[in-house]
């Protein structure tokens, strides 16, 4: 009985001195209060009443939310900046006798890291430049806490706000620069569309020219053709008039009909040839003869 109760004890002390270590966390060991050892992830043995290990340490990264801190500006503007630091535990030794309270120590470092920074810049630079106040930050507390076995890897600006006052006057400011986009794109809308109606009546005066021109163009070509068909009608009948070797008398009844083709009411003054004159003689007399003959 004795020797079941002895062997009782020794397994629960064995099993109460065994250790699993999850994935993603260490064990720091002790042995008589001296750093011994850090267990990695699986199965551990300590000895009894003389090592002892520690809480585990998550070696995942960790985000932590600090509350917003008052800072000054150069300009001498204070406002409230909160900020998010992303960090991971590299070295779980350092991590536990490096520094009294991690935690605490990275936020207050944040805040006079970050009151350092502002410090240097004016209101309008700290609106604008989040992401050189991240990198300068980010770089001053993973150098700082390195020697904790903490590594930052990144720290933003999660809100800027500053005074009541001088957010109505950005808002002002802000609306004051919208209407002057708002004023200035109209402008230029009204400028190009005056210059597409002014193109448009450009080009139509152009086409209306180009038309004309074309118009004046067909009709003196038609012109030409006429006339040049007029004057081929009148080659040919020459030139058949002197292939059928006309007479004298055919000749005259011809100018005749040239004659009073011309003499048609429309001209003003007429000139007669002296070849006319005579042949109009000659048709004088003859009617002349013909009227005596009746009169017999």
Not at 168 to 181: G, H, S, V
Not at 260 to 283: N, R, V
């Amino acid at each position: 009985m004795l020797f079941l109760i002895i062997f009782l004890i020794i397994a629960i002390i064995i099993i109460a001195n065994i250790k699993i270590v999850p994935q993603s966390y260490a064990v720091i060991l002790e042995r008589l209060g001296a750093y011994q050892a850090t267990w990695d992830v699986g199965l551990h043995f300590k000895i009894p009443f003389i090592e002892k290990t520690g809480r585990n340490i998550s070696l995942k990264e960790q985000v932590v939310d600090f509350a917003p801190q008052p800072v000054i500006t150069k300009d001498n503007v204070t406002m409230q900046i909160d900020t998010v630091v992303y960090f991971q535990i590299t070295d779980p030794k350092l991590y536990v006798y490096g520094v009294e309270r991690p935690l605490m120590a990275i936020e207050n470092l944040t805040a006079t890291t970050l009151r350092n920074i502002i410090g240097d810049l004016e209101l309008d630079e700290t609106l604008t430049s989040r992401d050189t106040v991240n990198t300068k930050m980010r770089a001053i507390l993973d150098e700082a806490t390195d020697p904790w076995g903490i590594k930052v890897n990144r720290v933003e600006l999660k809100n800027i706000l500053p005074p009541s006052e001088i957010q109505d006057a950005m808002e002002r400011q802000m609306k004051a620069e919208r209407e002057r986009r708002e004023l200035i794109l109209r402008a230029e809308g009204e400028k190009k569309s005056a210059v597409l109606v002014a193109e448009g009546e450009k080009e139509a005066a152009i086409l209306r020219a180009e038309a004309k021109k074309e118009a004046q163009i067909r009709e003196a070509e038609g012109e030409a053709e006429a006339i040049l068909s007029v004057q081929t009608a009148i080659a040919e009948g020459l030139k058949r008039l002197n292939e059928a070797n006309p007479t004298e008398a055919v000749v005259a009844l011809k100018s005749l009909e040239a004659f009073e083709k011309a003499a048609d009411g429309k001209a003003t003054k007429i000139i007669i040839p002296s070849q006319i004159q005579g042949i109009a003689g000659l048709a004088t007399s003859l009617k002349e003869l013909i009227v005596d003959d009746k009169n017999e």
